[in-house]
């Protein structure tokens, strides 16, 4: 079984468990969903692939908007068998049913939805990362459960999606991204302190191109899809959203490198 995992990442997490599951299956292509958006035609493989993955970290109990669009777009071949992995730092939401509901406009639909809790890269204004000391635990035990949700693709099987579908998850998601992008501003906050050294680090590793970097001043524009891979990022601990990040720990997955980063973005 041919096996195509279109994956996208901010910090790492969703990049580790689509590659942890790629092994798992087998003669499967892991394609950067930033790279297949700027690149234009997809390899020849994604023609032909038996089976389809869509990989993503969860945003306000929902997909983030730059997977939307990627799915809206997505033109599938012959009748793959689609699964979704979505990570999260705790709660899912109804991020796969909306893949579901946007494959069905494709005429197809999600036969599994898999959502793994994975250390949490949320920070500022709220800080929802757990301490340090339980990172190693929580990684250990999303990655016990690939060789059961890969075990259940190979098998095609028709599994109920985990999360939820109620109504009010898609009120709080909504409220929450609203919350976040428009009343808090996090795209309008993103700066850089004095400790910025001019690297590039994140000019190149931002999927939306959002980030320039002279030799004076780094600057954000206005197409932020709050991946958050500027903040936790940076060497230099220097990207800040307002004030609320400031001295705060920064996370990358240990298995994941900033070249594996340049190479998602297309960088
Ligand atoms: C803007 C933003 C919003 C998030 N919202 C949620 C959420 O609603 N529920 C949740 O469980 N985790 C949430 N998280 C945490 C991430 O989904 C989680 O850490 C994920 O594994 C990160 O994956 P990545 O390393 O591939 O980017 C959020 C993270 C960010 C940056
Ligand atoms: S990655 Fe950090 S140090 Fe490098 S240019 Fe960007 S803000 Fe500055
Ligand atoms: S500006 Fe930062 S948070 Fe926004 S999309 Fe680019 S890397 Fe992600």
């Given at each position: 079984?041919?096996?195509?995992?279109?994956?996208?990442?901010?910090?790492?997490?969703?990049?580790a468990?689509?590659?942890?599951?790629?092994?798992?299956?087998?003669?499967?292509?892991?394609?950067?969903?930033?790279?297949?958006?700027?690149?234009?035609?997809?390899?020849?493989?994604?023609?032909?692939?038996d089976?389809?993955?869509?990989?993503?970290?969860?945003?306000?109990?929902?997909?983030?908007?730059?997977v939307?669009d990627?799915?809206?777009?997505?033109?599938?071949?012959?009748?793959?068998?689609?699964?979704?992995?979505?990570?999260?730092?705790?709660?899912?939401?109804?991020?796969?049913?909306?893949?579901n509901?946007?494959?069905?406009?494709?005429?197809?639909?999600?036969?599994?939805?898999?959502?793994?809790?994975?250390?949490?890269?949320?920070?500022?204004?709220?800080?929802?990362m757990?301490?340090?000391?339980?990172?190693?635990?929580?990684?250990?035990?999303?990655?016990?459960?690939i060789?059961?949700?890969?075990?259940?693709?190979?098998?095609?099987?028709?599994?109920?999606?985990?999360?939820?579908?109620?109504?009010?998850?898609?009120?709080?998601?909504?409220?929450?991204?609203?919350?976040?992008?428009?009343?808090?501003?996090?795209?309008?906050?993103?700066?850089?302190?004095?400790?910025?050294?001019?690297?590039?680090?994140?000019?190149?590793?931002?999927?939306?191109?959002?980030?320039?970097?002279?030799?004076?001043?780094?600057?954000?524009?206005?197409?932020?899809?709050?991946?958050?891979?500027?903040?936790h990022?940076?060497?230099?601990?220097?990207?800040?959203?307002?004030?609320?990040?400031?001295?705060?720990?920064?996370?990358?997955?240990?298995?994941?490198?900033?070249?594996?980063?340049v190479?998602?973005?297309?960088?």
């Amino acid at each position: 079984m041919t096996t195509i995992i279109y994956s996208f990442t901010g910090t790492g997490n969703t990049l580790a468990v689509a590659r942890q599951l790629a092994d798992a299956l087998g003669d499967t292509t892991i394609i950067p969903i930033t790279r297949a958006m700027k690149a234009g035609p997809l390899p020849p493989e994604a023609e032909t692939a038996d089976a389809i993955g869509i990989a993503f970290p969860i945003y306000y109990v929902d997909m983030p908007l730059i997977v939307q669009d990627f799915v809206r777009e997505l033109q599938l071949n012959g009748n793959p068998y689609i699964f979704g992995i979505a990570t999260c730092g705790e709660r899912p939401g109804g991020a796969l049913y909306n893949l579901n509901a946007l494959l069905k406009e494709k005429g197809t639909h999600l036969s599994l939805g898999a959502a793994l809790i994975m250390p949490e890269n949320y920070v500022g204004p709220m800080d929802l990362m757990e301490p340090v000391e339980k990172v190693e635990g929580i990684l250990s035990t999303a990655r016990d459960r690939i060789p059961e949700i890969a075990e259940l693709i190979r098998g095609r099987r028709e599994i109920p999606l985990e999360g939820s579908d109620s109504t009010p998850y898609r009120i709080v998601a909504s409220f929450f991204r609203f919350l976040a992008t428009s009343v808090y501003g996090t795209t309008r906050r993103l700066h850089a302190t004095d400790r910025c050294n001019r690297c590039g680090i994140c000019t190149r590793i931002c999927p939306t191109e959002n980030i320039t970097v002279t030799d004076s001043a780094v600057t954000w524009g206005r197409n932020c899809t709050q991946c958050y891979a500027c903040i936790h990022w940076c060497p230099q601990a220097a990207v800040e959203i307002g004030g609320r990040t400031r001295g705060k720990r920064r996370y990358h997955h240990p298995d994941v490198t900033v070249a594996d980063m340049v190479e998602q973005s297309g960088g």
